[in-house]
């Protein structure tokens, strides 16, 4: 379960946050290791022995630029959980806790990563 990959810029993002750098390293250990991804609809399916399934809470903008070519680049799949009436939009709920500001995925941004599986 994953968040934003970005730099996290404050110590109390440290563990919503993973670094692009940082989620490259995982993913492309995933991939050494043996792991494939699992969407959840697909998790009863044993198809292979070592799966993981990818998630991402909030729908932050940084999902498109910085996980989904590594994702894609790897052979990995995830799922996006986005946050409906906010989509295009900002995390004004994480600003009423104190906050930065993110944008979220755009409906056109949405589209493409459903295109691209």
């Known amino acids: 379960m ?10 109390k993002l440290k563990s919503l946050y993973i670094s692009p750098e940082r989620f490259t390293r995982f993913i492309d250990w995933l991939k050494r290791t ?12 044993r198809t292979a022995s070592r799966r993981v399934v990818l998630t991402f809470d909030d ?3 940084d999902f498109m ?3 989904f070519p590594v994702l ?3 052979g990995f799949k995830a799922t996006v959980f986005v946050v409906v009436d906010r989509i295009g939009k900002t995390n004004e709920w994480d ?11 755009t409906l056109e941004q949405i589209r ?5 599986g």
């Open 59 to 61: 729908g932050y903008e």
């Open 72 to 74: 894609d680049r790897l």
């Open 34 to 45: 043996g792991y494939t991804s699992a969407l959840p609809t697909d998790w009863r399916q």
């Open 112 to 116: 493409e990563l459903h295109r691209q």
């Open 95 to 105: 600003q009423a806790a104190g906050f930065k500001s993110k944008r979220l995925l």
């Open 2 to 11: 994953l968040h934003s990959v970005s730099v996290p810029t404050e110590l």
């Open 65 to 67: 630029s910085n996980a």
